[in-house]
Structure formats: structure tokens, C-alpha cells
Nanobody, 119 residues
Framework: QVQLVESGGGLAQPGGSLKLSCAAS????????MGWYRHAPGQQRELVAS???????EYADSVKGRFTISDVNDENTVHLQMNSLKPEDTAMYYC?????????????WGQGTQVTVSS
């Protein structure tokens, strides 16, 4: 069984910073990628940032230059450093793990952590 433990959400002021963490455990076998998505009320869920096990990253245009995703470390943990936060970053943030084998990848989602940016 695969488990994702997310942490680090909360309330920040505009211009502030937060750091999200996501730790994967269980019968993972092989990690292909980990990433963060967000879902704001009335909007579709969108990719925020992702990183492959080999270190390739992808960012949403709206967060480039402000957010940084770490590599997946030996403890199967990934961090998302969020700087220069804006009110529009307010959303539920979900960690996504892609694992398995090249002939069959599986996706697993975390429960989500709320990020609120407000003065």
C-alpha cells in the first residue's frame, strides 16, 4: 500500500513564503515522478510543479521564478518552496506520485494541504 504524507500548508501574507513537503512510503517499487497540483474553488486542478526521478522539472507559467521543487531525495520526499506568494496562489495543494515500472505506471494522490495567501 502506498502512502503520501503532505505537510507545510497554512496561511501566509502576500509576498511571504511557505514550504510544502510530501513523503512517499509503502510498496512504491520505483518512482517515476512526484509533483504538486492545486485546486482553487471554481477552477480546474492544475499542475504547479513536478520533478522526475532523474531531475527534470516542469512548472506552471504562473509560478516560474517564485516556486522551486526539489529533487526526490533518498527518503522519497519532495519539497516545494513557495516564495513571493500571491493571493491567487490560494488553493488546496495536492501531492502526486507516479510510480511502478516503465510498462505500467500508477498515480497516487495525497489528501491535500490548504494554502491561503491573505493579508
Amino acid at each position: 500500500q502506498v502512502q503520501l504524507v503532505e505537510s507545510g500548508g497554512g496561511l501566509a501574507q502576500p509576498g511571504g513564503s511557505l514550504k510544502l513537503s510530501c513523503a512517499a512510503s509503502g510498496s512504491i517499487f520505483h518512482i517515476n515522478a512526484m509533483g504538486w497540483y492545486r485546486h482553487a474553488p471554481g477552477q480546474q486542478r492544475e499542475l504547479v510543479a513536478s520533478v522526475t526521478k532523474s531531475g527534470d522539472t516542469e512548472y506552471a507559467d504562473s509560478v516560474k521564478g517564485r516556486f522551486t521543487i526539489s529533487d526526490v531525495n533518498d527518503e522519497n520526499t519532495v519539497h516545494l518552496q513557495m516564495n513571493s506568494l500571491k493571493p491567487e496562489d490560494t488553493a488546496m495543494y495536492y501531492c502526486k506520485l507516479t510510480y511502478g515500472a516503465p510498462w505500467r505506471w500508477y498515480d497516487h494522490w495525497g489528501q491535500g494541504t490548504q494554502v491561503t495567501v491573505s493579508s
